[in-house]
Each structure stands twice: as C-alpha cells, then as structure tokens.
C-alpha cells in the first residue's frame, strides 16, 4: 500500500522554538508539497518542491523553510515558532499532472 | 489569478442525493479534483475530471463541469452516514513544473438519519 508517512499526529511546542515537521514517500513521486489547513480557509500551500534540492514558494511562505535531500524526504523547518503558527499541517507527493495528490494523515501542531 | 470557492455547510437526509458546488476563477485550468477528508485524516481523492470533458460518472458520484460559468459539482447519490465528511475541490493549472493544486475552503457534508 503505497504511503506518505508524517511522523508525528499530534505536537505541542513552545513559542520561539525551532520544529521539524518530516514527510517521507514511498511511490517515487517527483512533487512533494507542504500546505497547512486552518478552519474556514481551507489548505492554504506553504511550500513545493519537485525534484531533490529544489523548493518554490507557495502562498504562504512567511516564518517557514523547507529541505528535500532526498527524494523521498520532504522537511517543513519552523525557525522559531509561534502562536499564529498553531494549525493542521498535510503533506502531499504526487506524480505530476492528472495524477492528483496523495495526502500524508496530517501533523497537528499547537504552540504556545 | 486563483480562487476557488465553495460553500461550508450541507446537511441531508440518508438515502437523499446531495449537490456540493465548487466555483473557480482560473479559466486555463487543466484538471479539477474533488477529495474527501474524514475527522483527524489526511484528504483521500475521489475523483477527477479534465477541462475538456463536462461530466464524470464514477459509481455513486456525478461530477459536472460547466467551464462557461467556473461551475464544477460534485452529486453523490443515495448518500450514506459514511459520507459525512469535508469535501474540497481542487484546481490544478496546466504548465511548469510541481504540478500545483489550488483547494477551496472545503465543504463540511453531513448527513442526518
């Protein structure tokens, strides 16, 4: 069953703290994305990345990084975290175009 | 530029078919998708249509297209308690790498016995 892995369902960080979110894949897929969801927003994209070392800006770039070492590895960097950052994050990989994505089962993430 | 807009809520009866609306502003959209998000999961894709094409039939699911109005909808016939969860659309715009999808703010289906 093919899969995209976020390693943690639930953290609890403390402002100013610097938090790594990792999504791994394992269906050789070329674009890897990192979007938050918030209520009444719907998903908003952080950051894309579509081939190893690369990464674009999304829509909402603002107080995040990201890393893509490895093809199946896609990390989401908060530099120093805060309260406004509080929200569900999801990770996605996918093949290209028609293919739709494959969703990670989300990292809900609280600072405070 | 990209928006994609849908209403929060719908509530039906079980056995009912219901109608979730999408709108979309970029007309050099390429493919159109619609996922499904259950509590505390990630979204799953239930299906997608091509700009060229105006409807999708998929089992219980109807997909229109109506690339005149930016009008896309999701029918699911004879909906079932199992169907209560966020419906989001989703347009991807065709060219460049990274393959980019734009999502609504999605629906949140629920249905009533």
């Known amino acids: 069953d093919v899969k995209v892995t976020q390693s943690s369902r639930y953290l609890v960080k403390r402002t100013g703290e610097k938090v790594f979110l990792e999504c791994v894949q394992d269906m050789d897929h070329e674009n890897m994305f990192w979007y938050r969801q918030d209520p009444g927003l719907g998903l908003r994209l952080i950051y894309f990345?579509?081939?190893?070392?690369?990464?674009e800006k999304g829509d909402i770039p603002e107080g995040y990084s990201v890393s893509r070492e490895k093809k199946e590895r896609f990390s989401l960097i908060l530099e120093s975290a805060s309260t406004n950052q509080t929200s569900m994050y999801l990770c996605?990989?996918?093949f290209g175009q028609g293919y739709g994505y494959t969703f990670g089962s989300g990292t809900r993430l609280t600072v405070v | 530029g990209e928006d994609v807009e849908q209403s929060l809520f719908l509530s039906v009866r079980e056995g009912d078919s219901s109608v979730i609306n999408c709108t979309y502003t970029?007309?050099?959209?390429?493919?159109l998708y619609w996922y499904k998000q259950e509590p505390g999961a990630g979204l799953q894709l239930l299906t997608y249509?091509?700009?060229?094409?105006d409807m999708k039939q998929d089992q219980r699911l109807t997909v229109l297209l109506n690339k005149k109005d930016k009008h896309l909808s999701l029918r699911i016939a004879d909906t079932q308690t199992g169907d209560s969860a966020i419906y989001f659309c989703a347009e991807s715009i065709g060219g460049g790498g990274g393959n980019k999808l734009t999502f609504g703010t999605g629906t949140q289906l629920k249905v009533e016995l």
């Open positions: 249509i091509f700009s060229n094409m």
């Open positions: 970029d007309s050099s959209s390429t493919y």
């Open positions: 996605a990989s996918s």
């Open positions: 990345s579509y081939d190893v070392k690369m990464k």
